[in-house]
């Protein structure tokens, strides 16, 4: 059991002395005591870097009778415990001990893993709760209440026994005189109430206590007192279950005293303004009544141009949630403090302040809360005439706050150019390519792979919603720091990633489809070839993301980014990667991303489940051997990889037309070949 742990904190299972135990008192029944173990169990000291005993430690004790003749069975059970702490729900165990006095064996515990009160193990060790104790409480409890009705009086039973968590709604027949401050709910047969005493909110040790004063929702059923079956199949609609989010919890059945129609006691659940149920329960928010207050709004603002507002409109209606983000039309002078902060060929990026900043949803309604925002302003250059096929893109910014997309907030207008700008999100730690070299030489090859899924991810949800990216690169993705995430970028920080400028690539005002714009090294060889763009190139794109993130490189960093690197691109050549230096599978996913035929290439689908499923994987030895591998290569070179990279003066990693590259470009034409070190070495 010793040489089974994995982890600092692993439990380092020991023989422990009798006379270890001190104070030992018996609890339930079946040879269960508690005990203080005077030396205690080794706990490792991070700031000494050595275990170290904790004294005085209360645990639990199971004598196992006869247990010396079958030490079989001793050690089978022993077993079926855990060494590690974070298995919340089996039991730990410290060691064996043995009682000198009858040569019966010992399993010594962790302490309130066994019922007090039955002596089996908690259904819920961490939250030291016994469903069959509970159940038999219950069960104890139904002579000291009733309804008048034996068929409610067993349907409330029966809803009490199939309890199975400490945090399930124990389901009551609540008084009415229990209710204070009745107010009707907007066209519905609902009503709002305070009810006195309160639901029971489950404590440790299986105590509950009651939580005063709850506001709670009465479901009033007209004639119900002749139709009973109609009230109890109403009643199973609704859930006992906290976690089950949108579903109304039942939390009683009660009764109008003066009409004597039954009532259904539900959480808060319907809105005040429509009298439906909430989209959202738990954050009081209904879609419906949030969409048709911002159709009302529309006349209260306007960009001055009909197709921004139409926009507009559209990305407001999008919302699906409470915390999506409610696009809008921000006036110019809202924007203050601006500095820039990158350029491009066809935008430039500024750091702003919003001064109002932007609408949340909170305690049922939206508000401004987070005053002076820091915002990113895109400034569209020559963007006074707005194309629809422009706004379509722009369409694929996210306003979801989860889903690793760049979040927009609005759109808003320069008085002086009236060039259009698009308000983002700002994200403090810059692109990816700030990161050169840093990702590969400080990841694990695990690290890398979370990373590869974010950005995957995102990919995948921009070809979902029918939009393809066009300008897919290092440069396009960004890095934020944060003290939550997985991602770290220095010793105290991590990050989240998100892609940005989605089909952006371009002047804003181009309709003229046979420009093709980009990063070079980037663009797949049938866009270079005049093709549209297509979801399969942004996949090229990808396994370009991917030779970065494994080698610290970019792409073609070596050669002249002109025809001659275009033409090589066209006739199959790939970045140098030393096949040493990254996993098999990674390597055969990323050649699949950039395979010359796009219809071989993997779709955004498949590349988030061949990234996640390595990383995922457990069991899989042949991956944890490559990955070790790949490790072991990055130790033993690390030395020489670092800053090896040198960047040819005519490479260029930022957006441009590419056409002047590409004009005399032959689709037969396979005789150049002077980038002749862009090859992958086997």
Known sequence: ?????????????????????????????????????????????????????????????????????????????AKAYSIKVNECNIPKIYGISQNPDTNDYIIVFNNNSFCKECGEIYTDIWRKWCKPCQINNLKQNFTNWTSGNKIIDEFIQETQLKIKSHNDIIVEWIPYNQFNTIKE???????????????????????????????????????????????????????????????????????????????????????????????????????PCQINGLKQNFVNWTSGNEKINNFIQKMQLKINNYNDIIVEWIPYYQLISIKEIGKGGFATVYLAVWKDGPLNYNKREYKRVTSNKEVALKC?????????????????????????????????????????????????????????????????????????????????????????????????????????????????????????????????????????????????????????????????????????????????????????????????????????????????????????DQDKRPSAIEIVKLVNDPYCSVIDEEIKKQIEKAEEYKRTNFLSTRNSQSIHPQACYTSRLLNPFTQDLSKDDTSCTECLDCVIID
């Open 1 to 77: 059991m010793q040489l089974l742990i994995e982890s600092h904190n692993d439990i380092i299972v020991e023989w422990i002395p009798y006379n270890q135990f001190n104070n030992v008192k018996k609890i339930g029944k079946d040879g269960f005591d508690i005990a203080i173990w005077k030396n205690g169990s080794l706990e490792y000291n991070y700031e000494k870097i050595k275990y170290e005993r904790e004294p005085n430690k209360e645990v639990t004790l199971k004598c196992l009778n006869n247990s010396q003749n079958v030490i079989s069975n001793l050690l089978n059970k």
């Open 185 to 287: 709910i907007s066209f519905s047969k609902a009503y709002l109430a305070i009810w006195k005493n309160g639901k029971n909110g489950s404590l440790e040790y299986n105590d509950y206590e009651r939580e005063p004063d709850k506001e709670v929702t009465l479901k009033c059923l007209n004639n119900s007192q002749n139709v009973i079956n109609d009230l109890l199949n109403e009643a199973k609609t609704y859930s006992i279950k906290v976690d089950e989010c949108n579903i109304p919890k039942i939390y009683g059945i009660s009764q109008n005293s003066d009409t004597n129609d039954y009532i259904i006691v539900l959480n808060n659940s319907y809105c005040k303004e429509c009298g439906k149920i909430y989209t959202d329960i738990g954050a009081k928010w209904c879609k």
């Open 380 to 596: 569209l250059h020559n963007s006074q005439n707005i194309t629809n096929e422009f706004l379509n893109e722009v369409n694929a910014y996210s306003i979801s706050i989860n889903n690793g997309i760049l979040k927009i907030f609005g759109i808003s207008q320069n008085p002086d150019t009236n060039n259009y700008i698009i308000v983002l999100e700002y994200v403090d730690g810059g692109n990816f390519n700030n990161y050169n070299n840093y990702i590969s030489r400080n990841y694990t090859w695990n690290e890398k792979l979370v990373v590869l899924s974010k950005i995957g991810k995102g990919l995948k949800i921009i070809h979902e919603n029918k939009v393809v990216h066009r300008d897919f690169h290092t440069g396009n993705i960004l890095v934020s720091i944060n003290n939550n995430s997985y991602y770290y970028i220095s010793e105290n920080h991590s990050s989240n990633i998100y892609i940005s400028d989605m089909g952006l690539c371009g002047e804003v005002s181009n309709i003229d489809k046979t420009k093709i714009y980009g990063v070079m090294p980037f663009v797949a060889p049938e866009v270079l070839r005049g093709k549209p763009y297509s979801q399969a190139a942004d996949v090229y794109s990808f396994g370009m993301i991917m030779y970065y993130i494994a080698t610290g490189r970019q792409p073609f960093a070596n050669c002249a980014h002109d025809s001659v690197l275009v033409l090589n691109i066209c006739n199959g050549i790939r970045p140098e990667i030393n096949e040493q230096e990254a996993p098999k599978f990674y390597i055969d996913l990323m050649k699949n991303c950039w395979d010359e």
